[in-house]
Nanobody, 126 residues
């Protein structure tokens, strides 16, 4: 079974930067998509960014567009989330997710994803 491990979380000052990594244990399939979601206390898990592995097509939530960048490293079979200009509102547990792409997907809905990591805490202080 595919296992996902996130890393790179931590405590940063507002305006700072952080890069999260997600390393799937399984083989990268051409039809896979990788996503980042986050969940703050008392809130639903929300979409942050996604990337289709084979094409590199990316998708972003409006709240992070222009500040966050999702990317992939084919050699390392790893997906990254570069977070710049961090705000206290970005504080949450960030989860890496993976889906087998088949048919039509929005890439923004958590129920579309098949595998999830354990999450990594990101805290942004004001």
């Amino acid at each position: 079974q595919v296992q996902l491990v996130e890393s790179g979380g931590g405590l940063v000052q507002a305006g700072g930067s952080l890069r999260l990594s997600c390393a799937p244990s399984g083989r990268t399939f051409s039809g896979y998509a990788m996503g980042w979601f986050r969940q703050a206390p008392g809130k639903e898990r929300e979409f942050v960014a996604a990337i289709r592995w084979s094409s590199g097509s990316t998708y972003y939530a409006d709240s992070v567009k222009g500040r966050f960048t999702i990317s992939r490293d084919n050699a390392k079979n790893t997906v990254y989330l570069q977070m710049n200009s961090l705000k206290p509102e970005d504080t949450a547990v960030y989860y890496c997710a993976a889906m087998n792409v088949g048919g039509s997907h929005s890439y923004t809905v958590k129920d579309e994803y098949d595998y999830w990591g354990q999450g990594t805490q990101v805290t942004v202080s004001s």
